[in-house]
């Protein structure tokens, strides 16, 4: 064989490779890794699924804050019943980035249990502590919506929390500063 064809097929061989790798990476697209997020709807966890190149697949499950008010105030149902919803997820492939949405009840529901317990703790920064009682009640009822679908209670019951919220006490510097007029 000639010298001149020798080099012919090694060119045809490598645009070959070449259009099946670019094939392979815009077509195919092969997903590298993925990570997904849950929230239980019976107990406000989260849990983080992490898929690497369709195989290995790792999940953890964390206590949120609002879980963690739920366990403390005896307000997880025993066996736990688990309603794991899609929240939201990375898809990381060759060709870049992609971004995938769960419900946005869910989404909803989420930042309600978040709201609640930055509320709880503003209540106590602001030297207003709601009682233990008070506290039960509010996570109680937001639990309860929550297992009910009712999103839109989720809501009312952190909006109300926020408009029940007594004036923070004024500051000293505050005093201090309109006495000389600074």
Same mark, same amino acid.
């Given at each position: 064989?000639?010298?001149? %064809?020798?080099?012919?097929?090694?060119?045809?061989?490598?645009? +070959?490779?070449?259009?099946?790798?670019?094939?392979?990476?815009?077509?195919?697209?092969?997903?590298?890794?993925?990570?997904?997020?849950?929230?239980?709807? %019976?107990?406000? !966890?989260?849990?983080?699924?992490?898929?690497?190149?369709?195989?290995?697949?790792?999940? !953890?499950?964390?206590?949120?804050?609002?879980?963690?008010?739920?366990?403390?105030?005896?307000?997880?149902?025993?066996?736990?019943?688990? !309603?794991?919803?899609?929240?939201? +997820?990375?898809?990381?492939?060759?060709?870049?980035?992609?971004?995938?949405?769960?419900?946005?009840? =869910? %989404?909803?529901?989420?930042?309600?249990?978040?709201?609640?317990?930055?509320?709880?703790?503003?209540?106590?920064?602001?030297?207003?502590?709601?009682?233990?009682?008070?506290?039960?009640?509010?996570?109680?009822?937001?639990?309860?919506?929550?297992?009910?679908?009712?999103?839109?209670?989720?809501?009312?019951?952190?909006?109300?929390? =926020?408009?029940?919220?007594?004036?923070?006490?004024?500051?000293?510097?505050?005093?201090? %500063?309109?006495?000389?007029?600074?």
């Amino acid at each position: 064989m000639k010298r001149r %064809n020798k080099v012919l097929i090694g060119v045809l061989i490598a645009i +070959g490779v070449l259009f099946l790798s670019f094939m392979v990476v815009s077509v195919i697209d092969p997903v590298i890794r993925r990570h997904r997020f849950y929230i239980d709807l %019976n107990s406000g !966890r989260t849990k983080t699924q992490r898929t690497d190149f369709g195989g290995r697949t790792e999940t !953890r499950e964390h206590d949120t804050p609002f879980s963690e008010l739920a366990d403390r105030f005896s307000l997880l149902t025993e066996p736990r019943e688990e !309603r794991w919803c899609f929240l939201h +997820g990375r898809t990381y492939t060759f060709g870049g980035l992609a971004r995938e949405s769960g419900l946005p009840e =869910y %989404n909803r529901a989420f930042n309600a249990t978040s709201h609640l317990v930055r509320a709880l703790e503003l209540y106590k920064i602001i030297g207003h502590p709601l009682s233990e009682d008070r506290q039960r009640e509010l996570v109680s009822e937001m639990l309860e919506a929550m297992r009910n679908d009712d999103y839109e209670s989720m809501s009312d019951i952190v909006d109300q929390l =926020y408009d029940d919220m007594p004036p923070p006490p004024p500051s000293r510097n505050s005093s201090t %500063n309109a006495s000389t007029g600074l």
